[in-house]
């Protein structure tokens, strides 16, 4: 009888915070996503943004009828929700530090989650710790934070158990180039060193796809492909996608490097090499952020060196999942750390 109990206290909470929780499934099936694609369909958000509209719109007309504190309040987590924490997603994807799917979601969640929402259980009203502002997108987006904090720390271990220790090491991981076949993230490495705006692996298979190659083709003849006129004519070039592997066969097996290649290789003509400001041209948009220079810094690494390193790019729908659940549940991870530390009440 006691999950009966459980559940029928569990009804008991205000209907709009239990259909918040219809959240729940959807992050959690585009956090998995994220993981095995570092795609998120954007007709996911869709609905989610229909849902908060009508739940927010629910929320007004309750305020409307409470005394003119509560009307404040409900004023002031609203202003700071969709004031602060929307547009913070947006300022993160523009300066290159959030995906659209990460800024889209942190949009999605400060449009249902303005306040802390309530959920009755025998005993406990969950979440467990609410800092005094009392805005829960806001509370999310700081777990999300300390979460994301582990992720380097993480790697240094892995890093440090295979015998690579610098600063490098919280940043990235050295794969063999046949790992680029399968991997999502950008290089750190160009020829002149290390680079924390190296060429992303995704901008890589758009580019290879565009001119029909593999990489081990390439490296098994940079000399020969680093020439601009060896690109296939105009109406021969493919469709370079977006870059996901779900657009083709894996563009990379390792392959050979080529006699006479890499830091000694002989220059090759220096107008446009490997095509690279042709193929850039040759397509709508951007291919994230790349540059001609970083491509044809990027091609030059992994045509001549047998491992490189990398920097994953942590899939952040990942710890923004795990922080709302325990937003959910716990509460605000930051505001219990400063209670245990003395700093507030």
Avoid: C
């Amino acid at each position: 009888m006691q999950p009966l109990s459980a559940v029928g206290t569990l009804l008991a909470s205000p209907p709009t915070d239990l259909l918040r929780l219809l959240v729940v499934p959807i992050f959690g099936w585009a956090a998995a996503r994220d993981i095995a694609t570092r795609r998120v369909p954007n007709q996911t958000w869709l609905p989610l943004v229909v849902l908060g509209v009508l739940l927010l719109a629910v929320d007004v007309v309750a305020v409307l009828g409470a005394d003119p504190f509560r009307q404040r309040l409900f004023v002031i987590h609203l202003v700071v929700s969709l004031g602060l924490v929307a547009p913070l997603g947006y300022v993160f994807w523009r300066l290159g530090g959030f995906g659209g799917a990460d800024a889209k979601a942190v949009m999605v969640l400060a449009l249902l989650f303005p306040e802390f929402p309530r959920y009755f259980l025998p005993g406990e009203v969950l979440p467990l710790v609410q800092p005094p502002l009392g805005v829960f997108s806001l509370t999310i987006l700081s777990n999300t934070v300390l979460l994301g904090l582990g992720y380097p720390l993480v790697l240094a271990a892995r890093n440090a158990a295979r015998g690579h220790r610098s600063l490098v090491m919280f940043v990235g991981k050295s794969v063999p180039v046949s790992a680029l076949s399968t991997a999502y993230g950008s290089l750190l490495e160009t020829p002149a060193g290390f680079t924390r705006n190296g060429l992303d692996l995704d901008a890589l298979r758009m580019y290879l796809r565009w001119r029909g190659l593999t990489l081990s083709e390439l490296r098994g003849d940079p000399d020969t492909y680093r020439d601009p006129a060896s690109l296939p004519p105009e109406d021969e070039r493919a469709d370079p996608g977006d870059g996901a592997l779900a657009d083709g066969m894996p563009i990379a097996d390792g392959g050979s490097v080529a006699p006479g290649t890499g830091a000694d290789a002989p220059a090759a003509d220096p107008v446009d090499e490997w095509g690279a400001a042709t193929f850039l041209a040759s397509i709508e948009g951007d291919a994230y952020g790349t540059t001609p220079e970083k491509l044809r810094g990027g091609l030059e690494v992994i045509s001549h060196e047998e491992e490189v390193w990398l920097t994953p790019g942590m899939p952040f729908i990942v710890p923004m999942f795990v922080g709302l659940v325990v937003a959910l549940g716990f509460g605000d991870l930051l505001y219990a750390v400063l209670q245990v530390a003395g700093l507030v009440p």
